[in-house]
């Protein structure tokens, strides 16, 4: 069974930082894109930053380049997203996406907010 | 990297069919057959139900279909039913090498 299970999420305050976690189990973890993805509940959907099967590419929105950072762990059938310089906007519900295409599958999410 | 454009809603009635419009641009719709569509119900995670523009994962009814035009792409929905009634989101593959989605549908089924 494919499942994909967040962590790291949690309150800080802003100009501060996480480390999210996404454990991946039940398919050859090594072989797929995957994706980060956010939203503010209640509102719509924002992807965020996406890595290659071997982490040699990456790619971020605009509003995250160059205070998010992600990679992955191939070993530990894990990608993680670090996050510096925390604003009150990056607060949401934060998805570990497998795959854009047909083998699309989403993690539950962990909440990350940011505030004083 | 502007949102896709979609209709903030949409309704119809059980048995209707209906369209959900995606608006993009050269960079992204227009210049790419990776447009996937996803349904949201509250406090659940997004299921997909198109990908590449037309294409349907395994277990996806036959009633949800997709196209594209131009710069804009369609999810059409047929045989309307009462478990249709979701929030819905394109995304779009861009030049960039990123990912774009809409700024989502609420689809009321009356």
């Known amino acids: 069974e494919v499942q994909l299970v967040e962590s790291g999420g949690g309150l800080v305050q802003p100009g501060g930082s996480l480390r999210l976690s996404c454990a991946a189990s039940?398919?050859?973890?090594?072989?797929?894109?995957m994706h980060w993805v956010r939203q503010v509940p209640g509102k719509g959907l924002v992807w965020v930053s996406h890595?290659?099967?071997?982490?040699?590419?990456?790619s971020y929105a605009d509003s995250v380049k160059g205070r998010f950072t992600i990679s992955r762990d191939n070993a530990k059938n894990t990608v993680f997203l670090q996050m510096n310089s925390l604003r009150a906007e990056d607060t949401a519900i934060y998805y570990c996406?497998?795959?854009?295409?047909?083998?699309?599958?989403w993690g539950q999410g962990t909440l990350v907010t940011v505030s004083s | 990297q502007s949102a896709l454009t979609q209709p903030a809603s949409v309704s119809g009635s059980p048995g209707q069919s209906i369209t959900i419009s995606c608006t993009g641009t050269?960079?992204?719709?227009?210049?790419?057959?990776?447009v996937s569509w996803y349904q949201h119900h509250p406090d659940k995670v997004p299921k997909l139900m198109i990908y590449?523009?037309?294409n349907r994962p395994s277990g996806v009814s036959t009633r949800f279909s997709g196209s594209k035009s131009g710069n804009t792409a369609s999810l059409t929905i047929s045989g309307l039913q009462a478990e249709d009634e979701a929030d819905y989101f394109c995304?779009?593959?861009?030049?960039?090498?990123?990912?774009?989605f809409g700024g989502g549908t609420r689809l009321t089924v009356l």
């Open positions: 995304t779009s593959y861009t030049r960039s090498g990123t990912h774009v």
């Open positions: 890595i290659n099967p071997d982490g040699s590419i990456t």
């Open positions: 590449d523009v037309s």
């Open positions: 996406v497998r795959d854009f295409r047909a083998t699309n599958y």
């Open positions: 050269s960079s992204d719709i227009g210049g790419y057959n990776i």
């Open positions: 039940g398919f050859t973890f090594s072989s797929y894109w």
